[in-house]
T-cell receptor
Framework: NAGVTQTPKFRVLKTGQSMTLLCAQD?????MYWYRQDPGMGLRLIHY???????AKGEVPDGYNVSRLKKQNFLLGLESAAPSQTSVYFC??????????????FGPGTRLTVL | AQRVTQPEKLLSVFKGAPVELKCNYS??????LFWYVQYSRQRLQLLLR??SRESIKGFTADLNKGETSFHLKKPFAQEEDSAMYYC????????????FGQGTILTVHP
């Protein structure tokens, strides 16, 4: 099992350019999440999905869009990149068993720099 | 609104010394609390969760609802414990969404 994988690992964009980050998981998890990690701010939730074809906004959704056309994939798009979107992006997946939420499994991260 | 606060950005101890990483939360319902750890050049991974009441790698954490705290403790720190530690909270109907604290970088000196 590869677990959670993210593509690409690194990317440098110019302001105004667009790009898509791909997250894939092979654990058949229902829930998937996109976070951004910034120094001194921890991880903040951008968008999440509770199943194929569904998405919802997290804490910091502005400037991002997402899609979950297949259960195993969760895409994060930046339509017009801004320097404020320079960050490390983490994807995670999880499942629910019984009444509790289980651990989230994280990808290795994508380091994005917007010039 | 839910919030997680980790008051220490950096924490340094010597090998063999006790260590405590503080975590306080704000949530109106019954939270599920977690500690995640990120070792150098590794991905973020779960260390422990309050429901399990386990001791992982010598670490324990007790949920104190009266003080709204979930501090992480280890009696004898090891150099391999050096990492970034995040406290996180999942609310009751949140689909497992996590609210993270700011993180604490623990350095254990030889």
């Amino acid at each position: 099992n590869a677990g959670v994988t993210q593509t690409p690992k690194f990317r440098v964009l110019k302001t105004g350019q667009s790009m898509t980050l791909l997250c894939a998981q092979d654990m058949n998890h229902e829930y998937m999440y996109w976070y951004r990690q910034d120094p001194g701010m921890g991880l903040r939730l951008i968008h999440y999905s509770v199943g194929e074809g569904t998405t919802a906004k997290g804490e910091v959704p502005d400037g991002y869009n997402v899609s979950r056309l297949k259960k195993q994939n969760f895409l994060l798009g930046l339509e017009s990149a801004a320097p404020s979107q320079t960050s490390v992006y983490f994807c995670a997946s999880s499942y629910r068993l019984g009444g509790s939420y289980n651990e989230q499994f994280f990808g290795p991260g994508t380091r994005l720099t917007v010039l | 609104a839910q919030r997680v606060t980790q008051p220490e950005k950096l924490l340094s101890v010597f090998k063999g010394a006790p260590v405590e990483l503080k975590c306080n939360y704000s949530y109106s319902g019954s939270p599920e609390l977690f500690w995640y750890v990120q070792y150098s050049r590794q991905r973020l991974q779960l260390l422990l969760r309050h429901i399990s009441r386990e001791s992982i790698k010598g670490f324990t954490a007790d949920l104190n609802k009266g003080e709204t705290s979930f501090h992480l403790k280890k009696p004898f720190a090891q150099e391999e414990d050096s990492a970034m530690y995040y406290c996180a909270l999942a609310g009751g109907t949140s689909y497992g969404k996590l609210t993270f604290g700011q993180g604490t970088i623990l350095t254990v000196h030889p």
